[in-house]
């Protein structure tokens, strides 16, 4: 495996680990640890896509990334 498959491998093992955590329920998808794992996964994922140069994923990824990013602003933010 080269670099580009480990940052992907990395990224989708981080989205899917929070996945899993929440579908076992020992993670909330309101907590700050699901929110950080999606976003530095999804973040990670699409980097890898963008160097394979695979527009869907890189698609996919990234509204993936910015949907987690607009959580963290809104966990951050709540009173």
Not at 14 to 24: G, K, S
Not at 41 to 55: D, K, Q, R, T
């Amino acid at each position: 495996m080269n670099t580009t498959d480990w940052i992907g491998f990395v990224g989708v093992f981080q989205i899917l680990l929070a996945y899993m955590l929440n579908i076992a329920g020992r993670l909330n998808s309101n907590d700050l640890a699901f929110i950080v794992l999606n976003l530095v996964g999804s973040s990670m994922a699409c980097v890898a896509s963008i160097l394979m140069e695979y527009l869907p994923f890189i698609l996919l990824e990234g509204v993936w990334a910015i949907a987690s990013l607009l959580s963290l602003i809104r966990f951050v933010r709540k009173p």
